[in-house]
């Protein structure tokens, strides 16, 4: 069986990672209904996929990414229009799945990956929709990663390093003590200097999930990387929004420093009674901030490090 498996990966090199984009698409279906109805308080198993008319979606018209483009992204029921976010969220956790077969050291690492790079995108959206992230997937993650760990030290071994699973669920757990006291930290000294609340209880839960996934080294990476790409994302929104004008449903290009503040900073201009004027999530860019580390800068991360102790403990 194995050696059959392997024979399949040296004679057909795409199909393992075509498996690993289809297996992301199909599980980005899930993750669209768990976006939508986690935060409705509705099951995420009963009823099957409905349209907002009432009518449940046929099998044929709900495939991955392929069902929106062929129905045009319209119902076929009631030619209700679907968002374009349904097929995108598939198409991220395909190459979000390709991406943990392709970088992870072996097959139970990569199905962890799976795992949290699932239960991120939930936070994400969720987050994005609703400013907060349920319980289930940022303690939920918290509690997998040190569990996976103990089981999986493929998690925390960076750079080809080998660990036993105890040194795996020591990495996992300072990671997760790590993650949580910088946030907090960073939190409580954010709320001084800004006078409001600056980040919430469900980015320092997250941030455990993080450093249980990710060990110490990520969580820093996933906190400062985390604060640049949201800087970024929501730096261009704001140009793109001004730039745009109208189309884009924001304000009307102007040059008054109060209007660039308004299209820069969403929800600045919203009267959400529970949410503090100009806040906005931070989980998603804690997620974009893990993942990039997980899959892709942990070994650059890792090096980094080890040359800054070695500068302090030179005679080690
Ligand atoms: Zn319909």
């Known amino acids: 069986m194995k050696e059959a498996l392997l024979t ?6 795409w199909y393992f990672p075509t498996v690993a984009f289809i297996f992301g698409a199909c599980i980005g279906s899930f993750l669209n209904v ?5 935060p409705a308080g509705k099951s995420v198993t009963r009823p099957g996929s409905r349209c907002v008319c009432g009518k449940a979606i046929a099998w044929y018209d709900n495939i991955p990414i392929l069902g929106w483009f062929i129905l045009r992204g319209r119902a076929r029921c009631c030619g ?6 349904y097929p995108a969220v598939e198409i991220l956790t395909g190459a979000l799945f390709l991406a ?16 949290f790079t699932s239960m991120l995108i939930c936070a994400t959206f969720i987050d994005l929709d609703t400013m907060t992230i349920p319980d289930r997937f940022s303690v939920g993650g918290f509690v997998a990663g040190i569990v996976l760990s103990a089981f999986i030290p493929g998690l925390h071994s960076v750079d080809g390093l080998r660990l036993t699973g105890f040194e795996s669920l020591l ?8 993650g949580t006291a910088l946030i907090y930290w960073i939190m409580i000294v954010a709320e001084i200097a800004l006078r409001r609340p600056a980040m919430g209880e469900g980015d320092v839960k997250l941030m455990g999930a993080i450093g249980a996934f990710c060990g110490w080294q990520g969580a820093v990476f996933a906190l400062f990387g985390g604060a640049v790409l949201g800087t970024v994302a929501v730096v261009s929104w704001g140009l793109t929004k001004l730039i745009l004008g109208k189309g884009l449903g924001g304000l009307p290009p102007g040059d008054n420093a109060e209007e660039l503040a308004k299209a820069v900073l969403p929800g600045a201009a919203g009267g959400d009674d529970d949410v503090p004027e100009g806040a906005m999530p931070f989980g998603p860019a804690l997620a974009g901030g893990a993942l990039l580390y997980m899959l892709l800068a942990s070994g650059y991360v890792s090096d980094y490090f080890s040359q800054i102790s070695w500068l302090f403990l030179r005679n080690r």
């Open 80 to 85: 209700q229009a679907f968002s374009f976010r």
């Open 100 to 115: 943990c077969w392709l970088r992870a050291p072996d097959l139970p690492t990569a199905l962890a990956w799976m795992l």
């Open 8 to 13: 399949m990966a040296r004679t057909m090199p």
């Open 34 to 38: 768990c976006i939508y109805r986690i």
């Open 171 to 178: 990495s996992s757990i300072q990671g997760a003590f790590i």
